[in-house]
């Protein structure tokens, strides 16, 4: 993949939406990698990036706005895929379905989306809520999507129709994150009322209520054998649960703080957060050991982050900016 080092070209785009994407790159012959750690492409855009998404091969990088449009690039051949004015307000969540052949977007404009990410062309009707949607999640196989935000419930959807297949009530406030489990038999919700709820996809019934932190659950992953789900919280603690006697089995307050939003990797063994100190900090779960961290670019905000489908490559955006760095947590102590 095309990757910035010292000898830059620069590439400027600029479309119908008001997108201003540069793509800055080392014209060298043949694959070739920076090393971990370094910035691999940057993209700079004319409005306020909101949510991020990986295509599963790592070859697109979604992206949303606060006003409401969605932008993809291919960054194999370093240009843009499409660009569309998707909602009427701030672009909250993006996921790709585990094929890449549906990428979801949802929004503070009380709908979710679904489109072709290569032509950026919709694909069924639009998903309607109350109130705004925070955050969504497909299934393994891509027929079930969640989806949650204000007004205290998840709403489950058949992709391939629309149809709206259940509503979980639950939680006491706002659902501010969703997640399913690697054979999309549970689904894991973290809210504003500090607890996790683990639900039957089949049967819709709660399956556990977790109780422990002391603020809202703003991140969360299962371990790929589904046995145990990591959390992450405005407490600014990480905790580890087992889900087979549904305890605490352990809990982490880093010394220099999560700042927030925390993303979790798609093996759910790392996390990545900013700290107070203005760095991106990569930690080891459960243990929360440091294994990497680099300077956050601050400009306004926190830096939203995002794991390729591999592991292996990190978006950060910082307001206007989004930087790809490539991450190599092999070997690395504590992991």
Same mark, same amino acid.
């Given at each position: 993949?095309?990757?910035?080092?010292?000898?830059?070209?620069?590439?400027?785009?600029?479309?119908?939406?008001? %997108?201003?994407?540069?793509?800055?790159?080392?014209?060298?012959?043949?694959?070739?990698?920076?090393?971990?750690?370094?910035?691999?492409? #940057?993209?700079?855009?004319?409005?306020?990036?909101?949510?991020?998404?990986?295509?599963?091969?790592?070859?697109?990088?979604?992206?949303?706005?606060?006003?409401?449009?969605?932008?993809?690039?291919?960054?194999?051949?370093?240009?843009?895929?499409?660009?569309?004015?998707?909602?009427?307000?701030?672009?909250?969540?993006?996921?790709?379905?585990?094929?890449?052949?549906?990428?979801?977007?949802?929004?503070?404009?009380?709908?979710?989306?679904?489109?072709?990410?290569?032509?950026?062309?919709?694909?069924?009707?639009?998903?309607? +809520?109350?109130?705004?949607?925070?955050?969504?999640?497909?299934?393994?196989?891509?027929? #079930?999507?969640?989806?949650?935000?204000?007004?205290?419930?998840?709403?489950?959807?058949?992709?391939?129709?629309?149809?709206?297949?259940?509503?979980?009530?639950? +939680?006491?406030?706002?659902? %501010?994150?969703?997640? %399913?489990?690697?054979?999309?038999?549970?689904?894991?919700?973290?809210?504003?009322?500090?607890?996790?709820?683990?639900?039957?996809?089949?049967? +819709?019934?709660?399956?556990?209520?977790?109780?422990? +932190?002391?603020?809202? #659950?703003?991140?969360?992953?299962?371990?790929?054998?589904?046995?145990?789900?990591?959390?992450?919280?405005?407490?600014?603690?990480?905790?580890?649960?087992?889900?087979?006697?549904?305890?605490?089995?352990?809990?982490?307050?880093?010394?220099?703080?999560?700042?927030?939003?925390?993303?979790?990797?798609?093996?759910?063994?790392?996390?990545?957060?900013?700290?107070?100190?203005?760095?991106?900090?990569?930690?080891?779960?459960?243990?929360?050991?440091?294994?990497?961290?680099?300077?956050?670019?601050?400009?306004?905000?926190?830096?939203?982050?995002? %794991?390729?489908?591999?592991?292996?490559?990190?978006?950060?955006?910082?307001?206007?900016?989004?930087?790809?760095?490539?991450?190599?947590?092999?070997?690395?102590?504590?992991?």
């Amino acid at each position: 993949m095309p990757v910035v080092n010292s000898s830059i070209c620069g590439i400027g785009i600029c479309d119908r939406l008001g %997108f201003q994407v540069a793509l800055a790159f080392i014209l060298l012959g043949g694959s070739v990698k920076t090393p971990a750690n370094e910035v691999s492409i #940057v993209v700079r855009l004319d409005t306020k990036v909101t949510a991020m998404a990986f295509s599963p091969d790592g070859r697109s990088l979604a992206a949303g706005g606060k006003d409401g449009g969605l932008i993809s690039w291919d960054l194999h051949a370093l240009k843009q895929a499409f660009s569309a004015k998707a909602h009427a307000a701030q672009v909250s969540s993006l996921v790709y379905s585990k094929d890449g052949n549906v990428l979801a977007s949802a929004s503070w404009d009380k709908s979710v989306q679904l489109r072709n990410p290569q032509t950026g062309e919709m694909k069924g009707p639009r998903l309607k +809520h109350k109130e705004r949607v925070l955050d969504i999640a497909l299934s393994p196989n891509g027929k #079930v999507l969640a989806s949650g935000g204000v007004g205290n419930e998840i709403r489950l959807w058949d992709t391939g129709t629309g149809k709206q297949l259940g509503v979980l009530e639950g +939680h006491d406030a706002s659902v %501010f994150v969703v997640r %399913f489990s690697t054979d999309g038999k549970s689904l894991a919700s973290g809210s504003w009322d500090n607890t996790i709820v683990v639900w039957d996809t089949c049967t +819709h019934a709660k399956k556990q209520r977790l109780r422990g +932190h002391s603020d809202a #659950v703003v991140s969360l992953a299962f371990s790929p054998d589904g046995r145990f789900l990591s959390s992450v919280s405005y407490d600014q603690s990480m905790k580890r649960w087992n889900l087979a006697s549904a305890t605490l089995e352990c809990s982490q307050t880093p010394a220099d703080s999560f700042v927030f939003p925390a993303v979790f990797s798609p093996d759910s063994r790392v996390v990545a957060s900013p700290t107070f100190g203005g760095e991106i900090v990569l930690r080891a779960v459960p243990s929360g050991a440091r294994l990497m961290s680099f300077p956050a670019r601050r400009h306004g905000d926190e830096p939203l982050l995002c %794991f390729s489908a591999n592991g292996e490559l990190l978006a950060a955006a910082t307001e206007r900016q989004i930087e790809i760095r490539r991450v190599d947590l092999r070997g690395m102590p504590g992991k």
